[in-house]
């Protein structure tokens, strides 16, 4: 059983940067996606970005495009996600997300099988 943990939620004020981690545990990772989702306070959980664990490709949220970066630690079997130039709609609680395969162009959060706990992101103006 594949389990995620995430760390490196806060706060932080509009313009900063923060830097999620997601620890994988408990399964094989040699083809997988591992993705980040988000859900605000009244919304539904959306898509942020996805990474395949064997060839690094990507995909990004068009929402967050160009201030978000998704990279994969081989050595700690994680995933991180740099976020910078926050504004405050980027407060929300982010999930670590995995599924068995490759297709990383995936958005919906119903088609990952295993989700973290999730870490709260807030971002004040």
Known sequence: QVQLVESGGGSVQAGGSLRLSCAASGGTFSR???G???QGPGKEREFVAAITWSGGSTNYADSMK???????????????LQMNNLKPEDT????CAARRDER???VVPSNYNYWGQGT??????
């Open 104 to 106: 990383f162009w995936y």
């Open 36 to 38: 980040w989702f988000r």
């Open 120 to 125: 709260q992101v807030t971002v004040s103006s």
């Open 66 to 80: 160009g201030r978000i970066t998704i990279s994969r630690d081989n050595a700690k079997i994680a995933v991180n």
């Open 92 to 95: 929300a609680v982010y999930y």
């Open 32 to 34: 997988i996606t591992m």
